[in-house]
Nanobody, 120 residues
Framework: QVQLVESGGGLVQPGGSLRLSCEVS????????VGWYRQAPGKQRELVAR?????????ADSVKGRFTISRDNGNGKNTVTLRMNSLKPEDTAVYYC????????????WGQGTQVTVSS
């Protein structure tokens, strides 16, 4: 079982920055990918960024060059951080931390979500 707890959302002006953190507890496998998705009102949930244990990263085209994902496995904790710079109003959404498991079978674990609002 995997538990995810997000923190760090809030209200920020366009052009500003925010940092989201996700503390992952439980059994995380080496083949799991950890990342962030977001869902804006009336839209489908979409992948924002994902990082694999090999440190390979994937980003949505809309956030490349502005967002950075990182993963810290030190001190017995497993934390995934999303640094968001040059935020735009269209980044407004509920952001969800995710663990995507492919072995032994495909399964997704989700956090409760944290609201990010970009507005002047």
């Amino acid at each position: 079982q995997v538990q995810l707890v997000e923190s760090g959302g809030g209200l920020v002006q366009p052009g500003g920055s925010l940092r989201l953190s996700c503390e992952v507890s439980g059994s995380v496998f080496a083949t799991d990918a950890v990342g962030w998705y977001r869902q804006a009102p009336g839209k489908q949930r979409e992948l924002v960024a994902r990082i694999f244990n090999s440190r390979r990263e994937n980003y949505a085209d809309s956030v490349k060059g502005r967002f950075t994902i990182s993963r810290d496995n030190g001190n017995g904790k497993n934390t995934v951080t999303l640094r968001m710079n040059s935020l735009k109003p269209e980044d407004t959404a509920v952001y969800y931390c995710n663990v995507h498991r492919i072995l032994p079978s495909t399964y997704d674990y989700w956090g409760q979500g944290t609201q990010v609002t970009v507005s002047s």
